[in-house]
Protein backbone atom coordinates (compact mmCIF):
# COMPACT_ATOMS: atom_id res chain seq x y z
CA UNK A 1 0.00 0.00 0.00
CA UNK A 2 1.03 3.87 -0.68
CA UNK A 3 2.05 5.99 2.18
CA UNK A 4 -0.84 7.79 3.33
CA UNK A 5 -1.62 11.43 1.49
CA UNK A 6 -2.39 13.77 4.24
CA UNK A 7 -4.87 17.03 3.55
CA UNK A 8 -7.13 18.94 5.08
CA UNK A 9 -9.95 16.84 3.50
CA UNK A 10 -8.60 13.79 4.47
CA UNK A 11 -7.76 14.80 7.91
CA UNK A 12 -12.18 16.11 8.10
CA UNK A 13 -13.25 12.59 6.57
CA UNK A 14 -10.64 10.50 7.78
CA UNK A 15 -9.42 8.81 4.88
CA UNK A 16 -5.85 7.96 4.06
CA UNK A 17 -5.79 9.05 0.15
CA UNK A 18 -7.84 12.37 -1.11
CA UNK A 19 -8.81 10.36 -3.83
CA UNK A 20 -13.03 10.58 -4.11
CA UNK A 21 -15.38 8.13 -6.17
CA UNK A 22 -17.46 10.49 -7.95
CA UNK A 23 -21.26 9.69 -7.46
CA UNK A 24 -22.46 8.34 -10.56
CA UNK A 25 -26.13 7.10 -10.86
CA UNK A 26 -26.04 3.49 -11.77
CA UNK A 27 -22.16 3.38 -12.11
CA UNK A 28 -22.13 3.27 -8.21
CA UNK A 29 -25.42 2.93 -7.42
CA UNK A 30 -24.94 -0.43 -6.19
CA UNK A 31 -22.57 -1.44 -2.83
CA UNK A 32 -19.56 -2.67 -4.56
CA UNK A 33 -18.06 -0.01 -6.55
CA UNK A 34 -18.08 2.73 -3.11
CA UNK A 35 -17.35 -0.13 -0.34
CA UNK A 36 -14.22 -0.82 -2.57
CA UNK A 37 -12.86 2.32 -3.09
CA UNK A 38 -13.56 2.88 0.33
CA UNK A 39 -11.61 -0.18 1.46
CA UNK A 40 -8.43 1.18 -0.44
CA UNK A 41 -7.95 4.11 1.55
CA UNK A 42 -10.37 6.97 -0.94
CA UNK A 43 -13.46 8.15 0.12
CA UNK A 44 -16.42 5.62 -2.23
CA UNK A 45 -19.26 7.59 -2.93
CA UNK A 46 -23.09 5.51 -3.41
CA UNK A 47 -24.48 7.42 -5.52
CA UNK A 48 -28.60 7.37 -4.94
CA UNK A 49 -30.16 9.81 -7.35
CA UNK A 50 -31.85 6.75 -9.21
CA UNK A 51 -32.35 4.14 -6.21
CA UNK A 52 -35.62 3.21 -5.13
CA UNK A 53 -36.91 4.45 -1.59
CA UNK A 54 -37.44 1.11 -0.53
CA UNK A 55 -33.39 -0.21 -1.84
CA UNK A 56 -31.44 2.71 -0.24
CA UNK A 57 -31.55 1.25 3.30
CA UNK A 58 -30.44 -2.24 2.39
CA UNK A 59 -27.57 -0.92 -0.13
CA UNK A 60 -26.07 1.20 2.77
CA UNK A 61 -26.39 -1.76 5.49
CA UNK A 62 -23.97 -3.83 2.85
CA UNK A 63 -21.56 -1.37 2.15
CA UNK A 64 -21.29 -1.22 5.78
CA UNK A 65 -21.16 -4.74 6.11
CA UNK A 66 -17.83 -4.57 3.30
CA UNK A 67 -16.11 -2.01 4.68
CA UNK A 68 -15.63 -0.65 7.92
CA UNK A 69 -13.67 2.80 6.46
CA UNK A 70 -15.76 6.33 5.91
CA UNK A 71 -17.72 6.20 2.70
CA UNK A 72 -20.37 8.88 1.32
CA UNK A 73 -23.66 9.07 -0.15
CA UNK A 74 -24.67 11.65 -3.20
CA UNK A 75 -28.25 12.64 -3.31
CA UNK A 76 -29.41 14.67 -5.97
CA UNK A 77 -31.84 17.20 -4.28
CA UNK A 78 -34.40 17.38 -7.38
CA UNK A 79 -35.80 13.74 -6.84
CA UNK A 80 -39.66 14.14 -6.48
CA UNK A 81 -39.05 11.99 -3.22
CA UNK A 82 -35.98 13.71 -1.95
CA UNK A 83 -37.58 14.40 1.45
CA UNK A 84 -38.17 10.58 2.02
CA UNK A 85 -35.10 9.66 0.92
CA UNK A 86 -33.26 12.29 3.26
CA UNK A 87 -35.14 10.65 6.10
CA UNK A 88 -33.91 7.26 5.18
CA UNK A 89 -30.08 8.18 4.42
CA UNK A 90 -30.22 10.08 7.63
CA UNK A 91 -31.32 7.13 9.36
CA UNK A 92 -28.47 4.94 7.80
CA UNK A 93 -25.86 7.78 9.66
CA UNK A 94 -23.05 7.95 6.67
CA UNK A 95 -19.74 9.67 7.30
CA UNK A 96 -20.46 11.91 5.01
CA UNK A 97 -23.19 13.12 2.76
CA UNK A 98 -22.80 14.62 -0.72
CA UNK A 99 -25.55 16.81 -1.77
CA UNK A 100 -25.83 18.38 -5.50
CA UNK A 101 -28.82 19.98 -7.14
CA UNK A 102 -30.43 22.06 -4.85
CA UNK A 103 -29.77 24.36 -1.41
CA UNK A 104 -27.77 23.15 1.93
CA UNK A 105 -29.78 24.35 4.40
CA UNK A 106 -32.97 21.76 3.60
CA UNK A 107 -31.03 19.14 5.07
CA UNK A 108 -27.63 20.45 7.24
CA UNK A 109 -29.13 20.45 10.49
CA UNK A 110 -30.65 17.16 10.40
CA UNK A 111 -26.93 15.75 9.21
CA UNK A 112 -25.12 17.42 11.39
CA UNK A 113 -27.05 16.26 14.42
CA UNK A 114 -26.51 12.71 13.81
CA UNK A 115 -22.39 13.44 12.99
CA UNK A 116 -22.45 13.49 9.31
CA UNK A 117 -20.10 15.36 7.40
CA UNK A 118 -21.88 17.70 4.77
CA UNK A 119 -20.59 18.51 1.31
CA UNK A 120 -21.81 20.16 -0.81
CA UNK A 121 -21.61 20.22 -5.10
CA UNK A 122 -21.59 23.66 -6.93
CA UNK A 123 -20.52 24.93 -10.37
CA UNK A 124 -19.94 28.45 -9.74
CA UNK A 125 -18.00 31.04 -7.18
CA UNK A 126 -21.70 32.16 -6.81
CA UNK A 127 -22.98 29.23 -5.51
CA UNK A 128 -20.04 28.15 -3.46
CA UNK A 129 -20.01 31.68 -1.45
CA UNK A 130 -23.94 30.53 -1.11
CA UNK A 131 -23.05 26.78 0.63
CA UNK A 132 -20.23 28.12 2.49
CA UNK A 133 -22.28 30.73 4.36
CA UNK A 134 -25.11 27.96 4.90
CA UNK A 135 -22.29 26.23 6.82
CA UNK A 136 -21.18 23.24 4.68
CA UNK A 137 -18.34 21.02 5.84
CA UNK A 138 -16.57 21.22 2.24
CA UNK A 139 -17.37 21.82 -1.48
CA UNK A 140 -17.12 19.52 -4.27
CA UNK A 141 -16.10 21.82 -7.25
CA UNK A 142 -17.14 20.47 -10.57
CA UNK A 143 -15.57 21.76 -13.83
CA UNK A 144 -16.39 22.35 -17.52
CA UNK A 145 -14.82 19.04 -18.33
CA UNK A 146 -16.57 17.25 -16.21
CA UNK A 147 -18.69 13.80 -16.88
CA UNK A 148 -22.73 13.76 -16.14
CA UNK A 149 -23.27 17.94 -15.55
CA UNK A 150 -20.92 20.16 -16.26
CA UNK A 151 -21.49 24.22 -15.34
CA UNK A 152 -23.80 25.48 -17.91
CA UNK A 153 -21.09 28.08 -18.50
CA UNK A 154 -18.64 25.38 -19.04
CA UNK A 155 -15.85 27.09 -17.17
CA UNK A 156 -12.77 24.76 -17.59
CA UNK A 157 -12.04 22.73 -13.41
CA UNK A 158 -8.59 24.56 -13.49
CA UNK A 159 -10.28 27.95 -13.45
CA UNK A 160 -13.46 27.38 -11.36
CA UNK A 161 -11.27 25.23 -8.70
CA UNK A 162 -8.83 28.25 -8.65
CA UNK A 163 -11.62 30.98 -8.43
CA UNK A 164 -13.59 29.05 -5.52
CA UNK A 165 -10.43 28.08 -3.68
CA UNK A 166 -9.47 31.84 -3.81
CA UNK A 167 -12.97 32.83 -2.69
CA UNK A 168 -13.31 30.34 0.50
CA UNK A 169 -10.17 30.10 1.53
CA UNK A 170 -11.41 28.26 4.88
CA UNK A 171 -12.98 25.44 3.72
CA UNK A 172 -11.50 21.91 2.02
CA UNK A 173 -12.28 21.50 -1.60
CA UNK A 174 -12.74 18.64 -3.87
CA UNK A 175 -11.92 19.65 -7.41
CA UNK A 176 -13.82 17.61 -10.05
CA UNK A 177 -14.12 16.82 -13.40
CA UNK A 178 -10.84 16.06 -16.05
CA UNK A 179 -9.05 14.10 -13.21
CA UNK A 180 -8.13 10.16 -14.60
CA UNK A 181 -4.65 9.63 -12.95
CA UNK A 182 -1.84 11.09 -9.81
CA UNK A 183 -0.42 13.65 -12.53
CA UNK A 184 -4.28 15.23 -12.35
CA UNK A 185 -4.45 15.04 -7.97
CA UNK A 186 -1.22 16.81 -8.16
CA UNK A 187 -3.14 19.36 -10.47
CA UNK A 188 -5.72 19.78 -8.11
CA UNK A 189 -4.04 20.43 -4.66
CA UNK A 190 -1.68 22.79 -6.46
CA UNK A 191 -4.81 24.69 -7.60
CA UNK A 192 -6.02 24.90 -3.99
CA UNK A 193 -8.28 21.71 -3.42
CA UNK A 194 -7.46 19.04 -0.88
CA UNK A 195 -8.90 16.05 -2.66
CA UNK A 196 -9.46 15.12 -6.10
CA UNK A 197 -13.02 13.41 -7.83
CA UNK A 198 -12.74 10.82 -10.14
CA UNK A 199 -15.36 9.69 -12.41
CA UNK A 200 -14.92 8.87 -15.57
CA UNK A 201 -11.61 6.73 -14.60
CA UNK A 202 -13.67 4.62 -11.86
CA UNK A 203 -16.33 3.51 -15.00
CA UNK A 204 -13.56 1.54 -16.20
CA UNK A 205 -13.26 -0.80 -12.90
CA UNK A 206 -14.15 -4.22 -12.44
CA UNK A 207 -16.39 -2.74 -9.80
CA UNK A 208 -18.70 -0.72 -11.80
CA UNK A 209 -22.16 -1.31 -12.11
CA UNK A 210 -21.88 -0.23 -15.87
CA UNK A 211 -22.52 -2.62 -19.72
CA UNK A 212 -19.24 -4.12 -20.57
CA UNK A 213 -20.18 -1.68 -23.98
CA UNK A 214 -20.66 1.09 -21.77
CA UNK A 215 -16.86 0.93 -20.34
CA UNK A 216 -15.30 -0.08 -23.83
CA UNK A 217 -17.10 3.27 -25.19
CA UNK A 218 -14.60 5.00 -22.58
CA UNK A 219 -11.76 3.21 -23.11
CA UNK A 220 -11.93 3.63 -26.69
CA UNK A 221 -12.92 7.46 -26.74
CA UNK A 222 -10.17 10.21 -27.47
CA UNK A 223 -10.05 13.46 -25.55
CA UNK A 224 -12.01 15.14 -27.80
CA UNK A 225 -14.33 12.30 -27.86
CA UNK A 226 -16.93 14.19 -25.89
CA UNK A 227 -20.12 16.38 -27.10
CA UNK A 228 -22.61 18.50 -24.40
CA UNK A 229 -25.80 18.88 -25.36
CA UNK A 230 -29.41 19.48 -23.96
CA UNK A 231 -28.71 23.50 -23.65
CA UNK A 232 -31.72 24.92 -21.49
CA UNK A 233 -32.48 21.24 -20.80
CA UNK A 234 -30.36 20.39 -18.01
CA UNK A 235 -27.09 19.99 -20.22
CA UNK A 236 -25.21 16.97 -20.39
CA UNK A 237 -21.66 15.79 -21.34
CA UNK A 238 -21.43 12.53 -23.16
CA UNK A 239 -19.40 10.37 -25.33
CA UNK A 240 -20.13 11.40 -28.81
CA UNK A 241 -22.56 8.85 -30.63
CA UNK A 242 -25.58 8.60 -32.91
CA UNK A 243 -27.63 10.63 -29.27
CA UNK A 244 -25.24 13.77 -29.64
CA UNK A 245 -25.69 13.63 -33.10
CA UNK A 246 -29.26 14.14 -33.07
CA UNK A 247 -29.10 16.25 -30.30
CA UNK A 248 -26.26 18.98 -32.15
CA UNK A 249 -28.57 18.64 -35.09
CA UNK A 250 -31.54 20.13 -33.11
CA UNK A 251 -29.57 22.45 -31.71
CA UNK A 252 -28.12 23.74 -34.55
CA UNK A 253 -30.94 24.06 -36.66
CA UNK A 254 -33.21 26.25 -34.39
CA UNK A 255 -35.36 23.70 -33.14
CA UNK A 256 -38.04 24.34 -30.76
CA UNK A 257 -36.99 23.99 -27.29
CA UNK A 258 -40.32 21.49 -27.21
CA UNK A 259 -38.57 20.03 -30.08
CA UNK A 260 -35.29 19.39 -28.23
CA UNK A 261 -36.66 18.51 -25.10
CA UNK A 262 -38.82 15.44 -26.62
CA UNK A 263 -35.68 13.95 -28.18
CA UNK A 264 -33.65 14.37 -25.31
CA UNK A 265 -36.20 13.15 -22.88
CA UNK A 266 -36.60 10.03 -25.24
CA UNK A 267 -33.53 8.24 -23.71
CA UNK A 268 -32.04 8.23 -20.29
CA UNK A 269 -28.98 6.89 -18.58
CA UNK A 270 -30.03 3.77 -17.36
CA UNK A 271 -30.67 2.53 -20.80
CA UNK A 272 -27.25 3.36 -21.81
CA UNK A 273 -25.13 2.35 -18.66
CA UNK A 274 -27.36 -0.98 -17.65
CA UNK A 275 -28.87 -2.05 -20.73
CA UNK A 276 -25.90 -0.60 -23.26
CA UNK A 277 -27.81 1.25 -25.64
CA UNK A 278 -24.67 2.88 -26.04
CA UNK A 279 -25.38 3.96 -29.90
CA UNK A 280 -28.65 5.81 -28.82
CA UNK A 281 -28.38 6.49 -25.36
CA UNK A 282 -26.79 8.61 -23.28
CA UNK A 283 -23.13 7.42 -22.23
CA UNK A 284 -22.55 10.43 -19.70
CA UNK A 285 -18.70 10.71 -19.84
CA UNK A 286 -16.18 13.50 -18.99
CA UNK A 287 -13.63 14.78 -21.13
CA UNK A 288 -10.81 12.43 -18.78
CA UNK A 289 -11.94 8.98 -20.75
CA UNK A 290 -9.45 10.08 -23.08
CA UNK A 291 -6.95 9.69 -20.17
CA UNK A 292 -8.38 6.39 -19.59
CA UNK A 293 -6.84 3.27 -21.26
CA UNK A 294 -7.62 0.09 -19.00
CA UNK A 295 -10.10 -1.22 -16.36
CA UNK A 296 -8.55 -2.28 -13.36
CA UNK A 297 -9.81 -2.64 -9.78
CA UNK A 298 -10.96 0.21 -7.96
CA UNK A 299 -8.09 -0.93 -5.50
CA UNK A 300 -5.81 -0.68 -8.10
CA UNK A 301 -6.75 2.29 -9.28
CA UNK A 302 -6.84 4.11 -6.16
CA UNK A 303 -3.12 2.72 -5.33
CA UNK A 304 -1.96 3.64 -8.65
CA UNK A 305 -3.02 7.55 -8.43
CA UNK A 306 -1.57 7.75 -4.64
CA UNK A 307 1.85 6.38 -6.22
CA UNK A 308 1.83 8.34 -9.51
CA UNK A 309 0.85 11.32 -7.12
CA UNK A 310 4.49 10.56 -5.28
CA UNK A 311 6.16 10.01 -8.66
CA UNK A 312 4.93 13.20 -9.99
CA UNK A 313 5.63 15.72 -7.24
CA UNK A 314 9.44 14.22 -7.00
CA UNK A 315 9.89 14.76 -10.24
CA UNK A 316 8.75 18.72 -10.25
CA UNK A 317 11.30 21.24 -10.52
CA UNK A 318 12.57 22.35 -7.30
C1 LIG B 1 -22.20 8.31 -15.76
C2 LIG B 1 -22.18 9.48 -14.82
C3 LIG B 1 -23.21 9.63 -13.90
C4 LIG B 1 -23.19 10.71 -13.00
N1 LIG B 1 -24.17 10.80 -12.04
C5 LIG B 1 -24.11 11.77 -11.10
C6 LIG B 1 -25.05 11.79 -10.02
O1 LIG B 1 -25.93 10.93 -9.89
N2 LIG B 1 -24.93 12.79 -9.10
C7 LIG B 1 -23.95 13.77 -9.19
O2 LIG B 1 -23.89 14.66 -8.32
N3 LIG B 1 -23.04 13.77 -10.20
C8 LIG B 1 -23.10 12.78 -11.14
N4 LIG B 1 -22.13 12.71 -12.12
C9 LIG B 1 -21.00 13.68 -12.10
C10 LIG B 1 -19.82 13.10 -11.27
O3 LIG B 1 -20.17 13.07 -9.90
C11 LIG B 1 -18.51 13.91 -11.44
O4 LIG B 1 -18.72 15.28 -11.13
C12 LIG B 1 -17.88 13.79 -12.82
O5 LIG B 1 -17.90 12.44 -13.25
C13 LIG B 1 -16.44 14.29 -12.79
O6 LIG B 1 -15.86 14.29 -14.06
P1 LIG B 1 -14.92 13.08 -14.61
O7 LIG B 1 -15.90 12.08 -15.12
O8 LIG B 1 -14.09 13.71 -15.66
O9 LIG B 1 -14.11 12.55 -13.47
C14 LIG B 1 -22.14 11.66 -13.05
C15 LIG B 1 -21.11 11.49 -13.99
C16 LIG B 1 -21.12 10.42 -14.86
C17 LIG B 1 -19.97 10.25 -15.83
Redesign the pocket.
Known amino acids: MPEPIRTSFTRLVGIDYPIVQ??????SSSPVLPAAVSQAGGLG?F?A??VRIGDLGGIMSQIRTLTDKPWAV?L?LYRKDSEQARRVILEARPDVL?A??GGPSRYLADFRSVGTICLH?VASVEHALKAAEAGVDGL?V?GG?????PPHDLVSTMVLTRAVATAVPELPIVA?????DGQGLVAALSLGASAA?????F?ASDEAQVHDDYRAMVLAAGVGGTRTVGRDLGMI?CLQNDFTDQMQNLENSGATLEARRSFFGATV?RQA?MDGHVTSGKV??????GLVRDVASAREIVHRIADEYRLTTARLPR
Do not use: C, D, K, Y
Not at 22 to 27: I, P
Not at 197 to 201: A, E, K, L, W
Not at 284 to 289: F, H, I, L, V
Open positions: AGMSWVVAGPNPISQVVVEAGGHSGGFAQFGTRIRLAEAGQSA
